[in-house]
């Protein structure tokens, strides 16, 4: 068979392992063993998880290979396309400007599997590029930062071709309000797992008619970073009906509680997210006593960094019940001292916190030797810290206890 037989069934069948073997044997056959061994060592990364030991020397090899010999591997793309990043063994993202893609999508779709997208200098071509079937190849697209407004909302919810789409970027656009309506009204977005649209404009309303209408049954992953939400329109978001498999909520930088007349009910429903990002929202330990009045308690990680929490947030953090299944707690740069330290390490709800990070607080080593001593923070396997002012003894007290 020829080399383009073998390849066929590979860019046929992306997410296959089969044909790739299948090519990584031919590949020996010819003499090729370094492209052969770079197949199956991705192949054998991806199939083991990111804590798994076993990675080490398959990563080693993976770099030293890449290191040699990609500057062939890629040669084929030149003028095709730019930044190809290989994941189990082939060609599996790149960046193409829209006039790329709509002069030569057809000899990229042929050189190689790519499944992700990063489209450039967009212009006024956003029509002509989604129109094209070749966007039916993708699992992935990103679309950043082209500054297009509500039209490329429009192109994108209008494309039938994106049905198969599950990874959605379209972070800075200056979509607005009225693009996040064509997107949530959208019959093609159907599969779609995760969505990016951080910065982009959105206030309350957009938000509001999202959580009434998105058509997104699939999503498990939305980041709204630094748009202009209200807390009130993020509440009918987390609880609406539309949205049945929502997993992680990216809200940073969204002054969530700066709105004084858009805050949360008595009991809110945010805390049922199990991934939630609450980063840099001027949120007091005001705001976090209403947050922590939840009915509901299935948030596992929680991004509270760059706020104003201080000890008293500390405080209620570390008495709060609905925290019981936290694995994960992130309070970096919140000028919490020892005082708020010593409250969470005597927590007898966070017993099941794997990683508490409490880096860029005025801490020492009272509020750290309560951490490193604590006989509720028995699970906990990641401490991130502020190394400056805590003593040698400490600190080697702390690589031992958590050496990883």
């Not at 804590?51 to 090899?61: E, G, T, V």
């Not at 082209?146 to 200056?174: S, W, Y």
């Not at 159907?190 to 206030?203: K, Q, T, Y």
Request: glycine share 6%; with cysteine.
């Amino acid at each position: 068979m020829t080399p383009a037989g073998l390849l066929a069934p590979v860019i046929a069948r992306p997410d296959d392992d089969g044909p790739r073997l299948i090519f990584a044997d031919w590949l020996d056959d010819l003499g090729d063993h370094p492209r052969a061994e770079f197949v199956r060592t991705q192949i054998a990364l991806a199939r083991l998880p990111e804590s798994d030991r076993r990675r080490l020397p398959l990563a080693d090899a993976e770099q030293q290979l890449l290191s040699r010999f990609a500057p062939v591997w890629v040669a084929p793309l030149a003028g095709v396309a730019t930044a190809p990043v290989f994941r189990r063994g082939f060609i599996h993202a790149v960046n193409q400007t829209a006039r790329q893609f709509l002069t030569r999508a057809a000899e990229l779709f042929a050189l190689a599997p790519v499944r992700e997208l990063h489209l450039l200098d967009l212009g006024g071509h956003h029509d002509a590029v989604f129109d094209s079937p070749y966007l039916t190849r993708l699992a992935t697209l990103t679309v950043f930062a082209q500054h297009q407004g509500e039209p490329l909302a429009a192109a994108v919810a209008d494309c039938p071709h994106l049905r198969q789409l599950l990874r959605l970027d379209l972070g800075r656009n200056e979509i607005g309000c009225d693009g996040l309506q064509r997107l949530a009204d959208s019959p093609h977005l159907v599969s779609v797992e995760e969505m990016d649209l951080a910065s982009n404009e959105i206030d309350g309303r957009g938000v509001r008619y999202a959580a009434e209408r998105a058509a997104w049954p699939e999503l498990r992953r939305l980041e709204l970073a630094d748009n202009m939400l209200g807390a009130a329109a993020v509440e009918r978001l987390v609880q609406s009906a539309r949205l049945p498999k929502l997993h992680h909520l990216g809200l940073s930088g969204n002054r969530l509680w700066s709105y004084q007349r858009d805050v949360l009910p008595e009991l809110t429903g945010l805390l049922r997210v199990p991934v939630l990002d609450l980063r840099n929202n001027g949120l007091t330990a005001d705001g976090l006593r209403v947050l922590l009045q939840s009915h509901a308690s299935g948030v596992r990680e929680l991004d509270l960094c760059r706020n104003h929490l201080r000890d008293d947030g500390a405080t209620l953090l570390a008495n709060a019940e609905v925290l019981r299944n936290l694995r994960v707690l992130k309070l970096g740069a919140n000028q919490i001292s020892d005082d708020g330290l010593r409250a969470l390490a005597a927590s007898p709800y966070l017993g099941r916190l794997s990683i508490l990070d409490v880096n860029n607080n005025p801490v020492g080593d009272d509020g750290v030797r309560a951490v490193v001593e604590s006989r509720h923070l028995t699970a906990l396997r990641q401490f991130i810290y502020p190394s400056l002012g805590l003593s040698y003894r400490l600190r080697e007290a702390l690589r031992e206890r958590y050496a990883d």
